[in-house]
C-alpha cells in the first residue's frame, strides 16, 4: 500500500518543488529524475500486486477525508470566483451546486456509512498505473524540450516564462491519475476526478490568450456537468445502498442490476463528459490550442483515460439489460462513427488526431456499455494500445510543427526526406493506430465480436462504416508521409535529444505491446475478467489467432529491418506524361513553361463536413443521454414513491 | 483437420495462380467476342506476366519495393489463411493489410498519376470496406463462427437466409476486381485517363508480382462466393463453384456493359448497398435465428 501511496503523492510533492523552480537546468533535473522514479516505482507497484487478486487497503480515511473535503472547498471557491472573473456562469453554477451537494452529503449521510477500504488494488488499476507512470512522465520528459521551443516563441512576443507553472500542474495530474484509479472510496474517486478536471483547465488555458482562455472555460463546463453526475451519483449510491464503495456497488449489481443502474447511469455520465463523447467532444478540440505535450497527456494517459477507465470500472453493472448499459454503448458507438467520419475533413493534423481519439473512446465506452468480459477484453486493450500509439503521434507531430512550422497535413509534403527518423515514427505511429496486425486493431476485433455476440444490430453497424472511415483517413496521412518528394533536404538537426529519445521509447513500446499483447492478455486482461465477471473468460481471440497476429508483425519488423530502402535498381524518373524535367517536381507545360506540381488529398467535405457530422452526433447521443437519465431518474421517483 | 488444412494451403498456392490467370485470360476473350474483336489467346496473361519478368530492372525509388512485398506477402497470406480454413476476420484484416500496402506503394513514388491513382483506391477501400465486414459479420451470425472449417462444415446452406448479404457481396467484387463502372483506380480497358492509375510506377518484375498478387486475390474472393453454397455436401461444392465463376464472368459482362460512373457514385451506392441489403439481412439474421 506504501508504493500507491507514494505514487500518487510523490508527484504532487515534485509539482510543488517545480513551481518554485526557475532555472533550466534545475528543471530538467528534477523532471527527468522524477519522472525515471514515478515510472521504476510503478512497474514495482506492478510487480508487488499483479498477483494478487485485487487487494483492498482499508488506510485510516478520517483525517485524509476531511484534507480532501477542505481542498474541495478551497477549490470550489476558486473556480466560482474565476469563473466569476471571466462571467462563464456556467462554471459558476454547476461548481456552487455540486461542492455543497457532496458537502452536506458527508455531513449528513456520509457519517452513517462505514467505509470498509478506501483505495484498491487489481490488474485494471496495475495497467492504468503503468500507463500514467510511464507514458504519462514519458511526455512529461519530451515536454521539456518542447516548451523551451515553445517559450523561445514566447519570449518573442514578450510574453513571460510560466513553464514552472506548467510542469506543477503536469506532476499534480499525474498524481491524481493515480489516485483515481486506486480509489475504491468513490468520494475519493471524486476528488481526485475533480483535480483532474482542474488541471486540464489550467492546462489548456496555459497560454492565456483569448481563445486559450474560451477553451478552458468550455472543458472546464464540460467536466463540471460531468462531475455534478458524478455528484449525484454519489448521493443516490450513498441514500439507497448505504455504501459509497466501488466494489459495493459492483457486489450489489450482481443481484440488483436493474437498481444499481441508477446510479451507475450517472458515473457513466460522469464519463462521457470526462471522455470527451458527443455531445461534449468539443471541449477536447478546443483543447488543441495548448502547448502539444498538453494534447499528447489529455490525450493518451490521463484526463480522457480517466473517463473510460470510469465506465470499464462499471461494465459489470452497465450491459444490454438496462437503460445505462444501452445508453452508454449507444453514445460510445455513434461517437465512434460520426467523430471518425468529421476526422476525414480535417486538415490540421492535430484535429485529425483528436477527433481519432474521440472515436477510439467512443468505441472503448461502447464496449464498457455491453459489459460482457469480451467487450471489456476488447476495451482494455483499446486502453493500452492507444494510450502508447496517441502519445506518439501527438509528440512527433509536435516535433513536425517545429521544424517545419506547420501542424497542417498537406505541408508535411516530404516530411519522409526532410525529417526521415520522425516520418518513420510516425507512420509506424499511424501503423498502430488502424492497420493489422498491430495494436488497435486486435481491439477492434474484440469489439466486432461482442458487439455481435451482444446483439445490438446499431453498434455493429457503427463498427462496420466507422472503421472503413477510420482506415480512409489514416491511410490517405500515411500516404503523404512515404511520399518521396525529390529533391529536399534532411532538416533533422536540432530537434532536441529529450524528444528523440522520447519517440524512439514509445516506438520500442508500440512493437513491443504488439509482439507480447498475448502475454499481456493471458496475465492480466483475463484473470482481471475471471475475477470481475465471474468463471472462466476465455479471451475473445484464439491462441492460434494471437500467434498469427504476432507472426505478422515479426515478419514486417523484419522484412523492414533487412529491405527497406534496400531495393539495388537503378532509379529512374517518374511519369509525368512524357514531359518530366527531370527533377520529378516540374514537367514542361504548354510553350516548354516548367510548371510544378502538387498533391492534395480527399477531404470530402461535401459527405463528410464537420459540422454535419458533429451536429447529427450531438443530436443522436443528446436523445441517448436523455432517454438514458430520463429512464433512471424516473425510476429512481417511483421507487422513493413507493418507499414513502 | 491439420492435413485438410495443409492441403487446402497448398492447393491454393499451387493453382491459385493458374485459375487466376486463366480467368483473366478468359476475362480477355469473353471481352473480345462481345466487342465484336478475336481477341487474344486465353493464355495471354501468362505470356504477359512472363514478358514482365524480362523486362529491365527499373524503380522510381528505393522504398517502393518494400512496400510491394508487403502486399504480395499478405495478399497471398490473407488467400492462405481463408483455404486452409481460418478465421474470416483474420483473413479480411489480412487483406485490407495487402490493399494498404499498395496504396502506400503507389504513394511512395510521389506521381500524380499514382497518386491519383491511390486516392481513389483509397476511395473504393472506404466504398467496399463495410460490405465485407457485415458479410463476416452475417456468416458468424449464421452458422455461429467465424472459421471457414466451421462454415464449410456447416449443414445448411447460408446462401438463402443471407440472400441480401449475397447480393452485397456480389456488388462489391465490381469494387474489389476494379471493373467498370468502377475501375476507378486502375483499369485494363483503354478508357482510363490515369494511364495506369494506382499501378502507374510499376514496372518489369515488380509489376509482374502485382498481376500474379491479384490473381491470388481474385480467386479468394470467389472462395467468398463459393463459401455462401458450402453446405458439407457434394452437391453444395458443385453449386458453390458453378456459381463462383458465373459470378466471375456476370462481373465481366458488367464491366463491358457500363462506362465508368464518378467516384461519388461509386462511393454512395456502394454505403447504400451496405446499409440496405447488408444491414437488413443482418437485423433479419437476428430477428429469425
Not at chain 1, 470500472?313 to 444501452?326: D, E, Y
Not at chain 2, 492447393?11 to 476473350?29: E, N, Q
Amino acid at each position: 500500500m506504501g508504493t500507491i501511496v507514494f505514487l500518487i503523492l510523490f508527484p504532487m510533492i515534485i509539482a510543488f518543488i517545480l513551481l518554485v523552480v526557475k532555472g533550466d537546468k534545475a528543471r530538467d533535473v528534477i523532471v527527468i529524475g522524477a519522472s525515471a522514479v514515478i515510472a521504476a516505482m510503478s512497474i514495482v507497484v506492478a510487480v508487488q500486486f499483479a498477483a494478487g487478486g485485487g487487494d483492498f487497503f482499508s488506510f485510516n480515511g478520517e483525517v485524509v477525508s476531511y484534507i480532501m473535503m477542505a481542498v474541495e472547498a478551497g477549490l470550489c471557491i476558486y473556480i466560482c470566483i474565476t469563473a466569476a472573473m471571466h462571467r462563464k456562469w456556467l462554471a459558476f453554477i454547476f461548481a456552487i451546486i455540486q461542492t455543497p451537494l457532496i458537502m452536506w452529503f458527508e455531513f449528513t449521510r456520509g457519517h452513517g456509512i462505514e467505509v470498509e477500504s478506501n483505495l484498491y488494488i487489481d490488474r485494471l488499476s496495475i495497467i492504468m498505473i503503468l500507463i500514467i507512470g510511464i507514458i504519462g512522465t514519458l511526455i512529461a520528459v519530451y515536454a521539456l524540450g518542447y516548451m523551451k521551443d515553445f517559450q523561445h516563441h514566447e519570449d518573442e512576443k514578450g510574453n513571460k516564462d510560466r513553464r514552472p507553472w506548467f510542469f506543477f500542474v503536469m506532476f499534480l495530474f499525474l498524481g491524481a491519475m493515480v489516485g483515481l484509479v486506486t480509489s475504491n472510496n468513490m468520494i475519493w474517486m471524486y476528488f481526485f476526478w475533480e483535480i483532474t478536471s482542474l488541471s486540464s483547465f489550467w492546462l489548456i488555458g496555459y497560454t492565456k490568450t483569448e481563445e486559450a482562455t474560451n477553451n478552458a472555460f468550455r472543458a472546464l463546463i464540460m467536466n463540471l456537468l460531468g462531475g455534478l453526475g458524478f455528484a449525484v451519483g454519489i448521493v443516490i449510491l450513498g441514500i439507497v445502498f448505504q455504501t459509497v464503495e466501488l466494489n459495493s456497488m459492483l457486489l450489489i449489481g450482481s443481484v440488483y442490476g436493474d437498481l444499481v443502474a441508477i446510479p451507475a447511469a450517472f458515473f457513466a455520465f460522469a464519463g462521457i463528459t470526462k471522455a470527451a463523447q458527443m455531445p461534449f467532444n468539443s471541449w477536447l478540440l478546443g483543447a488543441m490550442v495548448a502547448p502539444t505535450p498538453t494534447s499528447a497527456l489529455l490525450h493518451s494517459s490521463t484526463m480522457v483515460k480517466a473517463g473510460v477507465f470510469m465506465i470499464i470500472k462499471l461494465a459489470p453493472v452497465l450491459g444490454m439489460s438496462n437503460f445505462a448499459g444501452l445508453m452508454t454503448m449507444m453514445v460510445g458507438g455513434i461517437t465512434f462513427l460520426f467523430a471518425s467520419c468529421a476526422a476525414i475533413s480535417q486538415v490540421n493534423a492535430k484535429r485529425v488526431l483528436a477527433y481519432s481519439t474521440i472515436a477510439n473512446l467512443g468505441l472503448i465506452v461502447a464496449c464498457g456499455g455491453v459489459g460482457t468480459a469480451g467487450a471489456v477484453w476488447a476495451g482494455i486493450m483499446l486502453i493500452i494500445f492507444h494510450a502508447i500509439t496517441k502519445s506518439l503521434l501527438f509528440l512527433c507531430v509536435g516535433t513536425a510543427e517545429h521544424h517545419i512550422g506547420s501542424r497542417m497535413i498537406e505541408d508535411m509534403d516530404g516530411l519522409f526526406n526532410k525529417m526521415p527518423r520522425l516520418a518513420m515514427c510516425m507512420i509506424i505511429g499511424i501503423a498502430g493506430m488502424f492497420l493489422a496486425p498491430f495494436g488497435m486493431l486486435i481491439s477492434k476485433w474484440g469489439c466486432m465480436v461482442s458487439f455481435v455476440d451482444s446483439g445490438n444490430i446499431l453498434l455493429i453497424g457503427c463498427i462496420c462504416f466507422g472503421s472503413a472511415v477510420t482506415a480512409f483517413y489514416w491511410l490517405k496521412w500515411m500516404g503523404k508521409l512515404t511520399a518521396v518528394v525529390a529533391g529536399e533536404e534532411s532538416i533533422e538537426y536540432g530537434v532536441h535529444r529529450t524528444e528523440t529519445f522520447v519517440h524512439i521509447t514509445l516506438v520500442v513500446l508500440v512493437v513491443l505491446v504488439c509482439l507480447l499483447f498475448p502475454l499481456l492478455s493471458s496475465y492480466m486482461l483475463v484473470p482481471y475478467l475471471e475475477i470481475t465477471f465471474g468463471g472462466l473468460a476465455g479471451g475473445i481471440m484464439s491462441s492460434g489467432n494471437m500467434l498469427i497476429m504476432v507472426i505478422m508483425v515479426a515478419v514486417i519488423v523484419l522484412l523492414a529491418l533487412f529491405g527497406f530502402g534496400k531495393s539495388r535498381k537503378p532509379k529512374v524518373p517518374i511519369y509525368l506524361a512524357g514531359a518530366n524535367t527531370g527533377d520529378n517536381r516540374t514537367y514542361y507545360g504548354s510553350m516548354q513553361k516548367e510548371v510544378a506540381f502538387s498533391l492534395r488529398n480527399w477531404h470530402m467535405e461535401k459527405y463528410f463536413g464537420e459540422p454535419r457530422m458533429n451536429l447529427i452526433g450531438d443530436v443522436l447521443c443528446v436523445a441517448m443521454l436523455v432517454i438514458g437519465l430520463g429512464y433512471m431518474i424516473a425510476t429512481l421517483v417511483s421507487l422513493m414513491g413507493g418507499v414513502m | 483437420m491439420i492435413i485438410k488444412a495443409i492441403i487446402g494451403i497448398v492447393a491454393f498456392l499451387v493453382l491459385a495462380p493458374f485459375v487466376g490467370g486463366l480467368l483473366a485470360g478468359l476475362d480477355r476473350k469473353l471481352s473480345a467476342k462481345m466487342q465484336r474483336r478475336v481477341g487474344p489467346p486465353v493464355l495471354q496473361p501468362f505470356y504477359d506476366v512472363g514478358k514482365l519478368f524480362q523486362k529491365e530492372k527499373q524503380t522510381p525509388t528505393r522504398f517502393q519495393d518494400f512496400y510491394v512485398l508487403l502486399f504480395v506477402v499478405f495478399v497471398i497470406a490473407s488467400g492462405v489463411l481463408f483455404f486452409s480454413g481460418g478465421d474470416l476476420l483474420l483473413v479480411i484484416f489480412t487483406l485490407t493489410i495487402g490493399a494498404a500496402f499498395l496504396i502506400i506503394a503507389a504513394y511512395s513514388s510521389n506521381s500524380p498519376y499514382a497518386e491519383l491513382g491511390a486516392e481513389r483506391e483509397l476511395l473504393a477501400m472506404l466504398a467496399y470496406e463495410p460490405m465485407v465486414l457485415i458479410t463476416v459479420i452475417g456468416f458468424y451470425m449464421y452458422t455461429g463462427s467465424f472459421r471457414v472449417s466451421d462454415i464449410l462444415a456447416g449443414d445448411s446452406m447460408p446462401f438463402l437466409p443471407l440472400l441480401g448479404i449475397f447480393f452485397g457481396w456480389l456488388f462489391i467484387l465490381t469494387l474489389k476486381f476494379r471493373k467498370s463502372p468502377f475501375d476507378l483506380s486502375m483499369s485494363h480497358h483503354a478508357h482510363q485517363e490515369l494511364v495506369r492509375g494506382v499501378t502507374t510506377e510499376f514496372v518489369g518484375r515488380t509489376m509482374g508480382w502485382i498481376e500474379i498478387s491479384h490473381w491470388y486475390e481474385n480467386v479468394f474472393l470467389l472462395g467468398f462466393v463459393f463459401l455462401f453454397f458450402a453446405n458439407g455436401t457434394w452437391y453444395g461444392w458443385v453449386i458453390g463453384i458453378v456459381v463462383a465463376i458465373l459470378a466471375y464472368f456476370f462481373e465481366v459482362f458488367i464491366d463491358n456493359c457500363f462506362a465508368r460512373m464518378k467516384w461519388q457514385f461509386a462511393f454512395k451506392s456502394a454505403w447504400i448497398v451496405a446499409v440496405v441489403l447488408g444491414m437488413i439481412n443482418i437485423f433479419v439474421l437476428y430477428v429469425c435465428f
